[in-house]
């Protein structure tokens, strides 16, 4: 009876002691693993603080491009103005030049001819009266200029106008046409009495827009008539009223190709 009581102490002595080994063994695998868990956050955190520093490079060189981007566009709009006030300045010395030119009438020219002694005639002298004569037989007569007064003045609707007769003007629907190649649309101007306005169509997507000058402000306002094919893949601001100036307009037509393009 002892013996098996004995046997039994110490089978259960056994299991005790396995299940302590096997407890310990456990835990050891455990803390293995909770420190490669800390290990792999810790790994985690070091990318997730790298990433960050990334992207706050990406936004910077974006910021700076935003920068460098708007700097180029108020240079090249600095140097539209430039030429345009040249231009302008150019045109209006042109057109003085002219008005004087025309103001001379030939009875000026012939009470002013230079005059040349006839008792001293020399080479010179009569180098200088041919040129009085070639002038003198030059001069346009008032008859003339009252005939090129009245060429053919064209209007906005491709017509001349001749004393009472209407024609067509060629030169105008030439200039629509050019007009209409530059933008890759159909445009029609509309002159009203308050104000003007230009409309745009094109034909492959069917969007079409209008444009009209705010005199006041001096401004273009875009008004959105219908997106056609490109509602997919037009953004916010074509949907929108929008007002842009004058030296915007390159940029916008720009975009609209772009798009249109695209589309």
Known sequence: ???????????????????????????????????AMKDWVRGLENDKEELFEKLADKEDELEKARQDFLADIRAK????????????????????????????????????PTRISPRRKTPQSN??????????????????????????????????MTGNEITECPSAHMFHLLLQSLARMKLTVDDGT????????????????????????????YKLSSLGTLERIAVNWMKQDIRFSMNMCRLFFERISNIITKG
Not at 6 to 33: N, P, Q, S, V
Not at 194 to 221: C, D, N
């Open 127 to 160: 180098i200088e009266a041919k040129r009085v004569q070639l002038s003198e037989s030059n001069v346009i007569p008032h008859s003339s200029l009252e005939k090129e007064s009245q060429e053919p003045q064209c209007s906005r609707r491709y017509t001349c």
């Open 194 to 221: 308050e104000r003007f306005s230009v409309s745009f169509y094109h034909e492959a997507t069917g969007y079409s827009f209008t444009l009209t000058w705010l005199e006041k402000p001096g401004e273009w306002s």
């Open 1 to 35: 009876m002892e013996r098996k009581f004995y046997d039994k102490y110490t089978a259960l002595k056994k299991r005790k002691l396995l299940d302590e080994g096997l407890e310990r063994k456990r835990e050891a695998e455990f803390k293995e693993l909770y420190d």
């Open 77 to 112: 709009d600095s140097e539209i103005l430039r030429l345009k006030q040249l231009l302008d300045e150019k045109t209006e010395k042109n057109n003085s030049t002219a008005t004087k030119s025309m103001d001379q009438t030939p009875e000026a020219i012939h009470d002013n």
